[in-house]
Nanobody
Framework: VQLQASGGGLVQPGDSLRLSCSASGFRLDDYVIGWFRQAPGKEREAVSCISGTDGNTYYTDSVKGRFTISRDSAENTVYLQMNSLKPEDTAVYYC????????????????????WGRGTLVTVSS
């Protein structure tokens, strides 16, 4: 069972990036998939999550209207489209898998996530 986040890079404020979370060994649709980020010196925080059963999505307030989470079941991949990036979005981004029993709390139950991937660095700087 493995998750892998990819797609990070160095961009300027206002630019866009799309992160991908791919899985091996299990189906992403069987889990809630969450995106988290951790900036230097700060705690890891939830950014967004998506249910594998009904596709419901959840966003932390700071990214609403700018980020979009989606999934491609055929590709077994979850995406995080990030638009209008700001310097404060700079962080290492991780994806993780959570049992559906916690779906309604997916932004707050960080310690309940079962699987974590290695992160991908997003740097927003002019």
């Amino acid at each position: 069972v493995q998750l892998q986040a990819s797609g990070g890079g160095l961009v300027q404020p206002g630019d866009s990036l799309r992160l991908s979370c791919s899985a091996s060994g299990f189906r992403l649709d069987d889990y809630v998939i969450g995106w988290f980020r951790q900036a230097p010196g700060k705690e890891r925080e939830a950014v967004s999550c998506i249910s594998g059963t009904d596709g419901n999505t959840y966003y932390t307030d700071s990214v609403k209207g700018r980020f979009t989470i989606s999934r491609d079941s055929a590709e077994n991949t979850v995406y995080l489209q990030m638009n209008s990036l700001k310097p404060e979005d700079t962080a290492v981004y991780y994806c993780a898998a959570l049992s559906h029993r916690w779906v309604k709390h997916c932004l707050v139950v960080r310690n309940r996530y079962d699987y974590w991937g290695r992160g991908t660095l997003v740097t927003v700087s002019s």
